[in-house]
């Protein structure tokens, strides 16, 4: 591109300015303040527009306002150009009204043609060139260096060339890119080494709002397992409280049940004393029927009815006594009759006895020849004779143990024989010999027999029976005597018992007004029913009060018990069959047989359990009461959320940022590799130029540190060892090698130089000229300067091809 | 009976925790909406005069919902006269201290879990076989359990669960459309997704999605199916139609302020972008995106338009304005950095064209952009401008 005309209809100090610049070098001098800047500018402006909008904070102007003319109207101006290809363009732009034109050189109006950007309007700089304002001002302008020789100067100035190599911006370093990049990383986000940053604090907010969470989803499990419990347990309460209603209407179909038994045997008991009071009344009328007999002793009356008793005992003992009286004097009188007289009965006993007498005296006598045996026969009772059943015994045996022998030919049986045989002999042989001994004592018998004779007893034994019953009957005579005799004094000793009694019955009779003439027994048997009816009527009747006392006492029990069964104090009967009436009809009295103990106990165990039941609820009810607080975890769940996508979206920016300057550093080291070599060529040759051939070679390593070869050495010299000017010079010689390597291809863009040389020499200034001259033979350069000897300089170097701008 | 009409439902989520990143009392006001629409579905059981309720899971959220809710639930379901059938699903799982063993639900309602999984209707002519969650998370379920069809009934499979979606990593009861089809029941009564869909290979199987919606991942219409199941010549038609329940609706969109000088600019553009929707009813999230070339701070574009609006999120994507197209001719390190960032960026955006719900993807393409952002933002001012938030 090659400006052809600026038109400057109002901009800035500038009013209705129109310059000509040439293709090649046109150099402005003049002093400062003189609009040197605003020139600038307003190509700048006529290329790009001005920023509009509002003052900056350090109270600059905007461009817009900044270069608005100073009394004027007209705030626009027109510029023309011709571009590489030998296209000319007219623009013509209005800043106030902020429009824009653009013609070729037809003046065809092209400005629809280009795409707008709302501000500037069209891009047709953009379209024309192939970089922006802000690649234009990096790249065509180079403005006032600081090119102080002292070490700040050349620091800065190192600074820029570094930059221009790394980022291709001069005031941009790679340096202070990546730092950017990761002291926003760091300060913005946060790194893993880092504590407080905004990354950290979401983590420290996302960790105690996750710890709470958990908290709070821990409390509410609690409270879920509270809330469970308690459904349990409600569950069960129901059941028991059905099992106890079931029991309760059981207990009270059985306590209507026993009640009714109860009422039953109290009105049973009722009757009972209702009977037993009718007993009790007719005892007491009978005890007043009975009074006459209430004075009766009864001992008295024992006594009295004893001695009635007796004198009739009496009555009958003398009757008794009397008859057996009577017979006894019968039976003495006919004893009396059988016997001899005594004088007889003593004679004929003396006689025989005399007789019997001298009997035994001759028989003592005859004894001593003969055995005793014989002498005693007369006197002792004659013994039985066994001895014809001993031999016929014998004799049978003997014949039936023969007999026994001859059946079993027994040895035994026939020794047995034997033997029974030889005693039966041997008795009869002995037998023979004592009836042969008796026979020498027959003439002593005979003469008894004669006295007996003579008595009247035909024999001793005739004798014997007389004398034996006539000694009995005197026996008995006497005996009958003695009988009569008690007999008489008993029936004597009893008419005088009697005669005493019937005088204490007199005094009986006469003590209680009886008539003595009824019949004694009778009267008394009268009067002893009469006191045993009164003694029975008493006994009666107190029997009677007592069983009224047992009974009441027993119905008094059945009515506490159905008192305390019903739970209601009953005083009657009827009391008790209201409260009975009052039982629901439904409650049956067919339920199972089931005793009140039982269901008490049941229902005991079943209340102790719907206690504990409740008690366990009332306590889980109040757990439950205190839930968590449901706002709390939904702030906290919501605020995690929040945060978590805000965490998420910071990590995304953290990794951009660090994926940028990752980029960055991985492109700055590609480009340098690529970039560098042609940027150190180009500058190169620039060097060699402007140092008169001494510099013939620049050099950028990888750290970026830019060396020259020495020309005396041939060694690489590090920049910070060169002098201010040759840094300059070096400054310079990047900045047309990085111009000509950015528009590589495109659009050659014009030079603006602003004071570059203030710190050369002028060799130095010449040679950069001569360069200048050379490079303008291919691109329009705009050099300013306020200095007489650079301009005196350009003069010499460019002669004729010098084109003098004037801006007065 | 030959015909039964039932109002079929799921992924309610009563007491959800509400993720919009709402303030004040928002979150309260979508947790009544959210109790709204419940209500709004039994409305329809009594003014469409269904027979039945299913409630295909996701009833409401084990985790927040408190026992005022219960007591609520107890008195809205006791008083409406039809059976309601519910299985638990992965929010509402059959836990043991789940709200569904641990309160007394009214005599109507029948919870099918795995102890009583099924439930014959007799007076509907009705079969319910139900199969949700009894933990928190349930890989692929055993469906040889599933008792089969009644002969001459009609036979319904509630079903909470991922059906012929391959999840690999987040798969919750995954199924296929030819198991179940195996089943052979007449209408399969689906939940977990809440977007509704009834385009499932499987026949007659229906997901009526959230009756609320949740997110700004659940936009569009939502409601509950009003299905009516009859018998023809020994076969079962059914007639589905889809009510809608739902207070509000998401929306998620995208305003491109390339181009916008000033803030007055953009607040005009989010202005015209919001004509025709209603602030009462629509929850908004607005992405700006596009270039600028000067500071969007949310905070100011929320508080100055969100005023009268229920919910209007306001997110600043923009990134600075840069030239790229110049940029990318530039030889400078800037152009370089462009250049090798824009290879990235065409390499993610053409994965993103593949598979353009990847949510990795996504992120990369972000980052992508966002380190070319600050990149070209530190090589031109040497600092990076950042959001006030961050």
């Known amino acids: 591109m090659k400006i052809t005309l600026l038109d400057i209809k109002g901009f800035g100090r500038f009013n209705q300015k129109k310059i000509a610049p040439k293709y090649g070098f046109n150099i402005v001098y003049e002093s400062n303040e003189s609009g040197k800047s605003t020139l600038q500018a307003f190509i700048r402006a006529m290329l790009f527009g001005l920023k509009g909008g509002r003052k900056s904070k350090d109270g600059k102007l905007p461009p817009l306002k900044q270069y608005k003319p100073w009394g004027n109207d007209q705030y626009a101006g027109i510029m023309e150009y011709t571009l590489d290809n030998g296209k000319s363009y007219r623009v013509g732009r209005n800043f106030e009204k902020g429009t824009v034109n653009i013609y070729d050189q037809g003046a065809n109006n092209l400005t629809s043609e280009f795409p707008h950007e709302r501000d500037r309007g069209p891009k047709f700089a953009y379209e024309h060139l192939g970089i922006d304002a802000e690649v234009f001002d990096r790249s065509a302008f180079i403005g006032q260096l600081q090119t102080i020789i002292d070490a700040e100067g050349k620091k800065g100035l190192i600074e820029r060339l570094s930059n221009l190599g790394t980022t291709g911006n001069e005031d941009m370093s790679l340096d202070s890119t990546i730092n950017a990049l990761e002291s926003t990383l760091l300060e913005k986000v946060g790194t893993k080494n880092s504590t407080t940053r905004p990354l950290d604090r979401l983590n420290n907010r996302i960790s105690a709002l996750i710890q709470e969470k958990e908290e709070l989803e821990a409390q509410r499990e609690k409270y879920m397992d509270t809330i469970s419990q308690l459904h349990m347990d409600k569950e069960a309460l129901a059941k028991f409280e059905s099992d106890l209603a079931f029991f309760k209407a059981q207990r009270k179909s059985t306590e209507k049940r026993e009640l009714l038994a109860l009422q039953r045997e109290s009105e049973g008991l009722l009757n009972k004393l209702n009977e037993l009071d009718e007993g009790i009344k007719q005892c007491h009328q009978e005890l007043i029927n009975l009074k006459e007999y209430e004075n009766y002793n009864q001992e008295e009356l024992i006594e009295i009815s004893g001695m009635l008793e007796e004198v009739k005992q009496i009555q009958d003992s003398l009757l008794t006594k009397q008859t057996e009286l009577r017979e006894v004097k019968e039976k003495c009188e006919e004893i009396t009759d059988t016997l001899d007289p005594d004088e007889l009965f003593e004679k004929k006993t003396t006689d025989v006895t005399e007789a019997i007498k001298e009997y035994n005296e001759s028989k003592q006598e005859g004894a001593s020849s003969y055995s005793s045996a014989g002498t005693g026969a007369g006197r002792q009772k004659p013994k039985r004779d066994w001895r014809p059943f001993l031999i016929s015994a014998g004799l049978i045996s003997a014949i039936l143990l023969t007999v026994q022998f001859f059946q079993s030919q027994d040895p035994l049986s026939l020794g047995i024989a034997i033997v029974a045989a030889v005693f039966s002999i041997t008795i009869i042989l002995r037998k023979k010999n004592k009836d042969l001994v008796g026979s020498g004592t027959m003439t002593e018998a005979d003469r008894l027999k004669d006295i007996l004779l003579k008595s009247g007893f035909t024999d001793m034994i005739n004798y014997i029976h007389y004398r034996e019953s006539q000694i009995k009957g005197r026996e008995k005579k006497e005996n009958y005597s003695h009988q009569i005799k008690n007999l008489e004094e008993e029936i004597e000793q009893l008419i005088k018992r009697k005669d005493a009694i019937l005088r204490s019955w007199d005094k009986f009779a006469s003590h209680h007004y009886l008539n003595n003439d009824s019949h004694k027994e009778k009267l008394i048997e009268s009067i002893k029913q009469g006191v045993e009816a009164i003694k029975r009527a008493n006994e009666k009747k107190q029997r009677l009060l007592l069983a009224k006392d047992t009974i009441y006492e027993k119905f008094q029990i059945v009515l506490k018990e159905a008192s305390l069964m019903a739970g209601e104090s009953f005083e009657a009967v009827d009391d008790l069959s209201r409260y009975i009436m009052g039982f629901d009809n439904q409650n049956g009295t067919d339920s199972p047989q089931v005793s009140m103990s039982q269901i008490d106990e049941e229902m005991k165990a079943l209340e102790e359990r719907i206690n504990e039941t409740k008690l366990r609820i009332a306590s889980l009810e109040a757990r439950a009461e205190n839930a968590p607080d449901q706002s709390r975890i939904y702030s906290v769940i919501e605020e995690l959320d929040s945060l978590i996508e805000k965490k998420s979206k910071l990590e995304l920016r953290g990794e951009a940022l660090a994926l940028a300057s990752q980029t960055i550093k991985s492109v700055a080291t590609s480009m340098q590799k690529d970039y560098i070599p042609k940027l150190n060529s180009q500058m190169s040759k620039m060097m060699e130029k402007l140092s008169d051939k001494k510099y013939t070679k620049v050099m950028t390593n990888d750290e970026l540190v830019i060396n020259v070869v020495s020309p005396e050495t041939e060694e690489l010299i590090s920049v910070n060892s060169l002098s201010g000017g040759t840094i300059d010079q070096i400054y310079l010689s990047m900045r047309l090698a990085a111009v000509t390597l950015l528009e590589k291809g495109r659009e050659s863009i014009p030079l603006f130089l602003d004071e570059p040389f203030s710190q050369y020499d002028e060799n130095r200034i010449t040679k950069a000229f001569e360069l200048l001259k050379d490079i303008s033979k291919e691109r329009q350069i705009f050099f300013f300067t306020c200095r007489q000897r650079e301009y005196d300089l350009a003069l010499e170097v460019f002669g004729q091809d010098l084109n003098r701008i004037s801006l007065q | ?390």
């Open chain 2, 1 to 390: 009976m030959d015909t039964v009409k039932f109002v079929h439902c799921a992924d309610i989520h009563l007491d959800a925790p509400i993720r919009d990143n709402g303030i004040g009392t928002y979150s309260d006001i979508r947790r009544k909406d959210i109790r709204n629409a419940f209500l709004r579905i039994l409305d329809t059981v009594k003014q469409e005069n269904a027979q039945l309720l299913l409630i295909s899971g996701d009833f409401f959220e084990q985790k927040t919902t408190g026992k005022s809710t219960m007591e609520w639930l107890y008195m809205m379901l006791s008083q409406l006269q039809v059976p309601v059938v519910i299985i638990p699903g992965n929010h509402d799982p059959y836990i043991l201290n789940s709200w569904y063993r641990c309160w007394e639900w009214p005599s109507n309602v029948t919870v099918l879990t795995p102890e009583n999984p099924s439930l014959i209707i007799e007076e509907l002519n009705l079969h319910i076989y139900g199969m949700g969650f009894s933990t928190y998370k349930e890989d692929a379920p055993d469906l040889s359990v599933v008792s089969p069809p009644v002969k001459d009934k009609f036979n319904i499979f509630m079903f909470h669960g991922t059906l012929d979606m391959n999840f690999t990593n987040q798969a919750y009861k995954p199924v296929t459309s030819a198991d179940l089809e195996r089943l052979g029941y007449d209408y399969y009564a689906l939940g977990h997704f809440h977007r509704s869909c009834s385009e499932y290979p499987l026949k007659n199987a229906y997901n009526p999605g959230s009756p609320e919606p949740l997110g700004f991942d659940e936009q569009g219409v939502h409601g509950i199916f009003l299905v009516t199941m009859r018998k023809e010549y020994n076969r079962v038609v059914t007639e589905v139609s889809k009510i809608k329940t739902a207070n509000r609706q998401y929306h998620d969109t995208v305003l491109d302020v390339t181009g916008c000088k000033t803030l007055d600019e953009v607040k005009i553009r989010i202005l015209a972008l919001l004509e025709g929707f209603d602030p009462e009813r629509d929850i908004i999230r607005i992405k700006l995106k596009g270039r600028t070339g000067f500071s969007l701070e949310e905070e100011v574009l929320s508080t100055f338009i969100s005023q009268d609006w229920l919910y209007l999120r306001i997110d600043n994507e923009t990134r600075k304005a840069f030239d790229l197209e110049e940029l990318l001719l530039d030889n400078s390190l800037a152009g370089a950095f462009a250049r090798e960032m824009k290879k990235l960026i065409d390499q993610a955006r053409e994965e993103l064209e593949g598979d353009p719900e990847n949510k990795d993807l996504q992120q990369k393409e972000e980052k992508l952009d966002l380190a070319l952002s600050f990149g070209l933002e530190a090589l031109s001012t040497g600092r990076i401008e950042w959001p006030g938030e961050f």
